[in-house]
């Protein structure tokens, strides 16, 4: 495990290398861990999301039929250049480049979505997320975790570990409201009080 977080260029490369690296468009498993991320959702309509880490935007454009706006953020601009192609039909869609905890909107959001992101981070930046997170979060509002389980070497943290952490920063700030476990991933949902 590293004390730093993937950068940009690790991401650029992958990204140069294989348009698609992770099969978000092809993938079965993509597919299926979609569905049950927005069915998890409590809410048919949210007026404000943040999702972190868009990619190029297939999660996105999914979610994007729940929401009144969303705000989608990627720290790849070879990434963020596809999600605009892909999403260039719903206005309601904003797409910035962003490097996430140490760059965070100043606004305030009834939907924050953090999948398979988490595990990029190191566990600093993992608390100071967070931190700005929980901050952005309206009361009412909805944090939802996605993270594969699997090993990955070259990651700071682990599936597990972003969600393990995330329980115990909720423990005396937000309520549990979903928990599901599969043999490749985990989703939790947490509401602010």
């Known amino acids: 495990m590293s004390d730093q ?19 978000f468009e092809t993938s079965p498993y993509e597919a299926a861990k979609y569905a ?13 999301a943040f999702e972190i880490g868009g990619s190029i935007g297939v ?11 969303l705000l989608s953020v990627d720290i790849s601009a070879v990434a ?13 869609v904003g797409l910035e480049l962003m490097s996430v905890p140490q760059q ?5 959001f009834d939907l924050v979505l953090l999948s398979e992101v988490g595990y990029y981070w190191c566990w ?15 009361p ?7 993270h594969w389980l699997h090993e990955a070497p070259s990651y700071p943290l682990r599936g597990d570990d972003v969600h393990d952490a995330f329980q ?8 549990h409201r979903v928990g599901q476990r599969t043999a490749d991933y985990r989703l939790d949902l947490y509401e602010r009080p």
């Open 104 to 108: 965070y909107p100043d606004r305030h």
């Open 59 to 69: 999660l996105t454009e999914r979610l994007a039929h729940r929401c009144d706006a």
């Open 5 to 23: 977080s993937l950068a940009a260029d690790f991401f650029d490369r992958l990204y140069q290398a294989d348009p698609d690296p992770w099969g």
């Open 140 to 146: 009412g509002g909805h944090l939802l975790l996605v």
């Open 168 to 175: 115990r920063f909720a423990a005396s700030r937000l309520i």
């Open 36 to 48: 049950a991320t927005l069915a998890a959702l409590p809410h048919q309509r949210y007026r404000s």
């Open 124 to 138: 600093a930046d993992l608390y100071l997320a967070q931190t700005k997170i929980y901050a952005s979060l309206l």
């Open 80 to 92: 963020q250049a596809r999600a605009r192609q892909r999403c260039q039909h719903l206005p309601l």
